[in-house]
């Protein structure tokens, strides 16, 4: 579970509203936002910039259960979108979504792999990954960064499906299961899934994560790399 997160959103009036207004309040160390409300309607915000920068750059994702401290009661909600600046990436907007706490919600999570594949170590292969995230029902409370899934064990021609994904009985896995997640391919493989200059990419090429010794004589492997055929995810 992510770290409790609390900002106290004070509601803005009627001459805090509007692009003009906004800019001020940026101006003035605040950013303004939006917290649509669960019986319906939504309440306009403003909060200190410094604490929310702060906290979210302990956090990789924007998926982030938070509490707002409103009108003197605490909102449960999540994180829905940050608008940033084009140049600075400075957060100049964010949309809040009100929740309940005991029912569950959709929400799409990261995947990282770990590990070198058996495959890529001594087989010389090439281990790509296709799926970056998993779309999954769970509570609110039990939303992760991200799912890490152990792939040490994977071997040449093996690939990692969504079925394979063991992610516990907290999450209900919404994401189509045939889909795959990564695969441990030989080089002549991937040399001949990569597309000749002038060439259309092909979609389903997955994106190349480590290669094995053969190729690259004297590299270090990749300390992250992805996942097992039955791998085992952890928070």
Same mark, same amino acid.
């Given at each position: 579970?992510?770290?409790?997160? &609390?900002?106290?959103?004070?509601?803005?009036?009627?001459?805090?509203? %509007?692009? &003009?207004? =906004?800019?001020?309040?940026?101006?003035?160390?605040?950013?303004? %936002?939006?917290?649509?409300?669960?019986?319906?309607?939504?309440? !306009?915000?403003?909060?200190?910039?410094?604490?929310?920068?702060?906290?979210? $750059?302990?956090?990789?994702?924007?998926?982030? !259960?938070? *509490?707002?401290?409103?009108? %003197?009661?605490?909102? /449960?909600? @999540?994180? $829905?979108?940050?608008?940033?600046?084009? !140049? *600075?990436?400075?957060?100049?907007?964010?949309?809040?979504?009100?929740?309940?706490?005991?029912?569950?919600?959709?929400?799409?999570?990261?995947?990282?792999?770990?590990?070198?594949?058996? %495959?890529?170590?001594?087989?010389?292969?090439?281990?790509?990954?296709? @799926?970056?995230?998993?779309?999954?029902?769970?509570? /609110?409370?039990?939303?992760?960064?991200?799912?890490?899934?152990?792939? =040490?064990?994977?071997?040449?021609?093996?690939?990692?499906?969504?079925?394979?994904?063991? @992610?516990?009985?907290?999450?209900?896995?919404?994401?189509?299961?045939?889909?795959?997640?990564?695969?441990?391919?030989?080089?002549?493989?991937?040399?001949?899934?990569? /597309?000749?200059?002038?060439?259309?990419?092909?979609?389903?090429?997955?994106?190349?994560?480590?290669?094995?010794?053969?190729?690259?004589?004297?590299?270090?492997?990749?300390?992250?790399?992805?996942?097992?055929?039955?791998?085992?995810?952890?928070?």
């Amino acid at each position: 579970m992510n770290e409790e997160l &609390r900002f106290k959103a004070d509601t803005r009036p009627a001459s805090e509203q %509007g692009s &003009r207004a =906004s800019g001020r309040l940026r101006r003035a160390g605040l950013i303004p %936002g939006a917290v649509n409300l669960i019986e319906g309607g939504t309440t !306009l915000v403003k909060f200190d910039a410094h604490t929310f920068v702060q906290a979210m $750059r302990r956090h990789a994702s924007e998926s982030v !259960l938070v *509490t707002l401290e409103m009108e %003197g009661k605490a909102v /449960p909600a @999540l994180i $829905r979108e940050i608008q940033r600046d084009v !140049l *600075t990436g400075t957060p100049i907007h964010v949309d809040f979504g009100e929740i309940s706490l005991t029912k569950k919600i959709r929400v799409s999570i990261a995947i990282l792999l770990l590990g070198e594949p058996e %495959g890529v170590k001594v087989g010389g292969g090439v281990l790509g990954q296709t @799926l970056r995230a998993v779309e999954v029902e769970c509570l /609110p409370t039990d939303i992760v960064e991200r799912f890490e899934v152990d792939v =040490s064990a994977m071997k040449l021609a093996q690939t990692l499906f969504v079925r394979d994904l063991h @992610l516990g009985d907290k999450y209900a896995v919404l994401t189509q299961k045939d889909l795959p997640v990564a695969s441990v391919v030989s080089i002549a493989e991937e040399v001949a899934a990569t /597309p000749a200059e002038g060439e259309a990419a092909t979609p389903a090429a997955p994106e190349v994560i480590t290669k094995g010794k053969k190729e690259e004589a004297g590299a270090a492997p990749a300390a992250a790399a992805a996942a097992p055929a039955k791998p085992a995810a952890k928070k």
